[in-house]
C-alpha cells in the first residue's frame, strides 16, 4: 500500500512558523521526488515546493526565502519548514508524489490576521 500522512498544521499568529510532516509508506522513497501543494478557500490547488530524488529544490514566489522543503530518506519523510507566515499562506497543505496521482489527505494551517 501507498500511503502519504500529513502533520504539523495548526493556528498561529503572523509571523509565526509551522514545520508541517509528510510520511510516506509503500514506496522506494528516495527515489522519488516530493511536493508540497496548498489550497486557500475557493481557489485552486498550487504547488509551493518541491524536491527532487537528488535534493534539489523549487519554490513558489509567494514563499520563496520564507519556506524551506527538505527530506529524510531513512525516515520516509519530506517537510516543509514554513517561516514568516502571512495570512495569506492559510490553507490546506497537501503532500504529493509528484507526477504521480497520489496524495495525503491535507492538513490546515490557518494564519491570523
Known amino acids: 500500500q501507498v500511503q502519504l500522512v500529513e502533520s504539523g498544521g495548526g493556528l498561529v499568529q503572523t509571523g509565526g512558523s509551522l514545520r508541517l510532516s509528510c510520511a510516506a509508506s509503500?514506496?522506494?522513497?528516495?527515489?522519488?521526488?516530493m511536493g508540497w501543494y496548498r489550497q486557500a478557500p475557493g481557489k485552486q490547488r498550487e504547488l509551493v515546493a518541491d524536491?527532487?530524488?537528488?535534493?534539489?529544490?523549487n519554490y513558489a514566489d509567494s514563499v520563496k526565502g520564507r519556506f524551506t522543503i527538505s527530506r529524510d530518506n531513512a525516515k520516509k519523510v519530506v517537510y516543509l519548514q514554513m517561516n514568516s507566515l502571512k495570512s495569506e499562506d492559510t490553507a490546506v497543505y497537501y503532500c504529493?508524489?509528484?507526477?504521480?496521482?497520489?496524495w495525503g489527505q491535507g492538513t490546515q494551517v490557518t494564519v491570523s490576521s
Open positions: 524536491i527532487s530524488s537528488g535534493g534539489s529544490t
Open positions: 509503500g514506496i522506494i522513497f528516495s527515489i522519488n521526488a
Open positions: 504529493r508524489i509528484m507526477d504521480t496521482r497520489v
